[in-house]
C-alpha cells in the first residue's frame, strides 16, 4: 500500500496557509462518481497509460478509451463531481483531467502506435531505465539533470531514482517503507505554478511500476 502526499497551496482562505491531501493506493474504486454516472463533471486520465499496471497500483476499476477532447487512447482512472477534486488527484497520479467517458467506451487495447515514454522490455534492462530532463521536459519532476529509474524488485515494487553519482532515493511509498533509500524531497523540483508545491512524481512512479511489471513478467 503506498501513500502519495501533496501539499497543496489553500486558495482564498483566512489563513492562506498549505494543506496536505493524501491518496492512498491502491484503490478498489477511484473518484466520487460511477464512471459515467449522472452527476460526473470530469475525469482524470493517464494518456498511453499502462491499463494492467494502473489498476493494480491505482484505480481497480480504471478503464481504457479514447480522450474526447483530443481522440488520443487514454486511461480514465476515476470521475469526480467537482473540478477541484479532479485536480488534486490528477496531480496525484500524474494525470491530466477533461470530459468523462463511460466503460461503454472501453477499447481493449492502445493502438500500436501510441507514443510512450516508458521503455519496453527488449530496449533496456527490465528492471531500469535511464531518464533525463530532455525527455521528459515539463514532467521531469527532478533538479538533477538526468539519472536512472530501476524497479527493487528485491523490496517488492519500490520505485528508485539513481543519480549519476550513484545515490539512491526512494520515489514511491513502497521504497520509502523499505528504509534502504535516500529522501527524494532534496532533489524534488519546486513546480512554478501557481498553487502546485511540487512537479508531480507520477510520470516517474509509472515509469517505475511498468518496469516492475516486466520484471514479474520475466521471472
Known amino acids: 500500500m503506498s501513500t502519495i502526499l501533496l501539499a497543496l497551496v489553500a486558495g482564498c482562505t483566512s489563513f492562506n496557509r498549505p494543506s496536505d491531501v493524501a491518496f492512498k493506493f491502491p484503490q478498489a474504486s ?63 497520479v500524474g494525470g491530466e483531467i477533461g470530459r468523462p467517458r463511460s466503460p461503454g467506451d472501453t477499447l481493449t487495447s492502445p493502438p500500436p502506435t501510441q507514443p510512450s515514454a516508458i521503455a519496453t522490455a527488449s530496449e533496456v534492462p527490465a528492471t531500469s531505465r535511464a531518464i533525463s530532463e530532455a525527455e521528459l521536459g515539463e514532467k521531469y519532476p527532478f533538479t538533477v539533470p538526468e539519472g536512472t529509474v530501476r524497479c527493487a524488485t528485491e ?21 520509502d517503507a523499505s528504509k534502504q533509500f535516500k529522501d527524494i524531497h532534496p532533489i524534488w523540483k519546486d513546480d512554478p505554478r501557481p498553487g502546485y508545491a511540487k512537479v508531480s512524481l507520477g510520470s516517474v512512479i509509472h515509469m517505475g511500476l511498468d518496469l516492475c511489471k516486466n520484471a514479474r513478467e520475466q521471472q
Open 155 to 175: 523490496y517488492g515494487a519500490a520505485v528508485v531514482f539513481v543519480t549519476p553519482d550513484g545515490t539512491e532515493y526512494g520515489v514511491n511509498g513502497t521504497a
Open 30 to 92: 477511484c473518484g466520487d462518481r460511477e464512471a459515467g454516472a449522472e452527476g460526473s463533471e470530469v475525469a482524470v486520465f493517464i494518456d498511453y497509460g499502462d491499463l494492467a499496471v494502473l489498476r493494480r497500483y491505482y484505480c481497480a476499476d480504471a478503464f481504457s478509451t479514447t480522450r474526447t477532447e483530443t481522440g488520443k487512447y487514454t486511461v480514465q482512472l476515476a470521475s469526480f463531481s467537482e473540478r477541484q477534486k479532479a485536480l488534486e488527484f490528477a496531480k496525484a
